[in-house]
């Protein structure tokens, strides 16, 4: 069936309540009100107040809870209103979630939702991509899908998941992006990249909605025929390293493409890993292609100039190609 | 601050910006003897009296080694207080679950601890279930002792944490509860109301215990919080506040047996306030030297072990002999968990990545 990418995410929380009881969903305005953007729509009519559960604006204390509630053999899925506020319960995600494991062995099998990303006038704090923020802390996984089919098999791999996992979906992707996804059980492994276009000349790596733009520029440079191979990570953490030093060293050329901000963003730990492990391979320097450094603005114009698109990476690709 | 001599004290009740330093106890629980309201067996006396000395002990040892140079990190000892996580443990169901930092020793013990493991972490060996990742002072064993694990030393961090597993007893109907013990230091941090309003919400089976011990590291309650009690707090959550004198054991049980009870009968979350005091620094490294004299007179006077030791000899009917036979086994046991810690093996560094995550 043909399925929006928001569509994807609410059904694979569906499957995975009707599939185990033991999984349940907290967060702010998702019971009655169906979440802010309605990924829990009818959620609390067929699951109840028991397994759907409206917290109080506290996200430390109600991630807090949740981690607990995962040590207990519960798996909870957390919903922030928007990734950005997932900034009040940080505490509780890299020094609870993610070092209980390690520490105690103890699993923590929990999911953040976080609604991420900018491109709708959102302003600085329903705008950010704040992944390095976790990809940094030893202990979590992050997940960042670009299309409806992996929206769907990576979330139902997260809730099976016995890890914390971060699960960083795009907002500006919920209702513009829609494909034919299937009506069965199905999941996208945690730690497996995805070729979204096969190329010769240029791997751009990215993930999340730098996929689509990535697609566009790639479309372009294809008619002037440069053949670009995009790489979609799908998951941040555990990494698919091989995915894209294969890539490269076929191609020779890398680009890494993200939403986030340039200094410091996952794609800088890719750059370097190709550096290092692929750099007899590379005839021209790995270029980032990513926001400008500085919160994300809301008027339409400067947020334009902050966040990458096609265009940009079009012509950072052509610059990579006549190197 | 004046620091008043307690026979100074005003009554219960005085104005909150009178000469009372809430330091000292307030007269209305301050008592320099113990006894309990009904016939205790002695067996229990005798469990509650040896997990206190045999913290007691344990503490007086691993200070002495840290002094020696033997001990890996710093040290944090609950000298004082030993009489709060005994009487908690004591009520708590085998499957009840309870969290607590090391100050909080003497209930590792009566929860069947061995003083060898405990020991052997602070020495950073090779033991379960932490196998050498984390600190002499933290300890959790979900499915040896029903200790959960918790998150850095911010003691109120663990309070969100106790709501989230007290919502999986309700959520599986088991009628268990979570005793979390924790400090004043711990109420000022928003994780303290976060996770409290969460389980005042839903009426989860929560008990906050909290040690008021007069200091958060050096800076006393006064510039903690502008109540005079922690327990004030309680209305702004509508569940019970209660205060009591934390070197009492018997006052302890007391107490938190009412707060268990609400709890267990998924009436919702109790704070339960015990007024004590930490006789030594924050840590070993700390000589506490901002803690006035008569302060530490005043509780000395106080000490929880002393105080169930006079009601052992006193009411209880104990010979000395009968007291001393416990002293002795306690300090028995105590060398040889050192001995046998030291002789454990040290994690091996090839271990460092293992299990990361789990499978």
């Not at chain 1, 990215?206 to 790489?231: D, F, N, P, Q, W």
């Not at chain 2, 958060?216 to 019970?240: C, E, H, W």
């Not at chain 2, 302890?252 to 007024?275: C, H, T």
């Amino acid at each position: 069936m043909v399925i929006t990418y928001l569509e994807a995410i609410s059904q694979a929380l569906r499957d995975e309540m009707r599939r185990d009881g033991d999984v349940l969903l907290l967060g702010e305005d998702i019971a009655a009100f169906g979440g802010a953007f309605k990924i829990t729509r009818g959620f609390l009519e067929e699951f109840g107040a028991g397994r759907v559960i409206d917290t109080p604006i506290s996200e430390s204390g109600f991630v807090g809870a949740a981690c607990a509630a995962a040590i207990e053999g519960l798996r909870p899925v957390v919903e922030f209103q928007f990734a950005d506020f997932i900034a009040c319960a940080f505490d509780q995600i890299v020094n609870y979630a993610a070092k209980a494991c390690y520490r105690w062995g103890t699993p923590v099998p929990v999911v953040f939702r976080g609604p991420s990303g900018g491109g709708f006038r959102g302003g600085p704090f329903h705008s950010q991509n704040p992944e390095a923020w976790f990809t940094h802390v030893p202990g979590l996984k992050v997940v960042q899908p670009s299309t409806p089919y992996d929206a769907k098999g990576l979330l139902k791999a997260a809730i099976r998941d016995n890890n914390p996992v971060i699960y960083f979906e795009h907002k500006h992707l919920y209702r513009r992006i829609r494909e034919d996804v299937p009506d069965d059980d199905f999941i996208v492994p945690l730690g497996v990249a995805d070729v979204k276009r096969p190329g010769r000349d240029l791997t751009i790596v990215t993930y999340g909605a730098m996929v689509h733009e990535s697609l566009a520029a790639a479309e372009r440079l294809s008619k002037e025929g440069a053949e670009c191979e995009v790489i979609d990570l799908r998951t941040l953490v555990p990494l698919d390293k091989e995915s894209f030093l294969s890539s490269v060293r076929r191609t020779s050329r890398a680009m890494v493409v993200y939403e986030a901000h340039l200094t410091g963003g996952f794609g800088a730990e890719v750059a370097a890993i190709i550096a290092q492990e692929a750099f007899d391979a590379l005839d021209a320097p790995v270029t980032r292609v990513a926001s400008l450094d500085v919160p994300v603005p809301f008027a339409p114009a400067l947020e334009d100039a902050v966040l990458p698109n096609a265009d940009k990476i079009y012509r950072a690709a052509v610059d990579v190609l006549e190197y | 601050m004046t620091i008043g001599s307690p026979d100074a004290l005003p009554a219960a009740g005085a104005a909150a910006d009178d000469v009372c330093d809430p330091r000292f106890l307030d007269p209305a629980i301050d008592r320099t003897s113990i006894a309990p309201d009904e016939p205790v067996a002695r067996e229990d006396l005798a469990s509650w009296y040896r997990a206190m000395r045999l913290a007691r002990t344990f503490e007086d040892k691993l200070a002495a080694l840290y002094r020696q140079g033997r001990i890996v990190g710093a040290v944090y000892l609950g000298t004082g207080q030993e009489a709060i996580a005994t009487g908690v443990v004591s009520l708590l169901r085998r499957d009840d679950y309870f969290s607590t930092v090391a100050r909080g020793l003497s209930g590792w013990f009566l929860r069947g601890v061995e003083p060898r493991d405990v020991m052997g972490r602070w020495f950073g060996k090779d033991i379960p279930p932490s196998h050498g990742r984390d600190l002499g002072l933290f300890l959790a064993d979900l499915p040896g002792y029903g200790i959960a694990p918790y998150h850095n030393g911010s003691m109120a961090s663990w309070i969100p944490s106790g709501a989230g597993f007290a919502l999986a007893f309700k959520y599986r109907k088991q009628p268990r509860v979570y005793a979390a013990l924790t400090g004043d230091g711990a109420t000022s941090p928003g994780d303290f109301y976060e996770g409290l309003n969460f389980a005042a919400i839903h009426k989860l089976p929560l008990v906050v215990i909290v040690e008021n011990n007069c200091y958060g590291y050096s800076t006393p309650t006064s510039l903690q919080m502008p109540v005079k009690n922690v327990a004030d707090r309680a209305p702004a959550f509508n569940i019970p506040g209660t205060i009591g004198f934390g070197n009492d054991i018997f006052e302890v049980r007391r107490l938190v047996s009412a707060a268990i009870d609400r709890a267990r009968r998924g009436e919702g979350p109790s704070l339960v306030e015990f007024k004590t005091f930490r006789r030594r620094g924050h840590g070993e490294h700390d000589d506490m030297g901002y803690v006035p004299r008569e302060l530490r007179d005043f509780w000395e006077r106080r000490d929880p072990i002393r105080l169930l030791r006079e009601y052992l000899l006193g009411g209880a009917g104990w010979t000395a002999g009968e007291v001393a036979a416990i002293d002795a086994e306690c300090a028995a046991h105590i060398d040889r968990a050192v001995e046998e810690a030291a002789a454990l093996p040290d994690p091996k560094p090839e271990s460092v990545e293992w299990r990361l995550f789990a499978e």
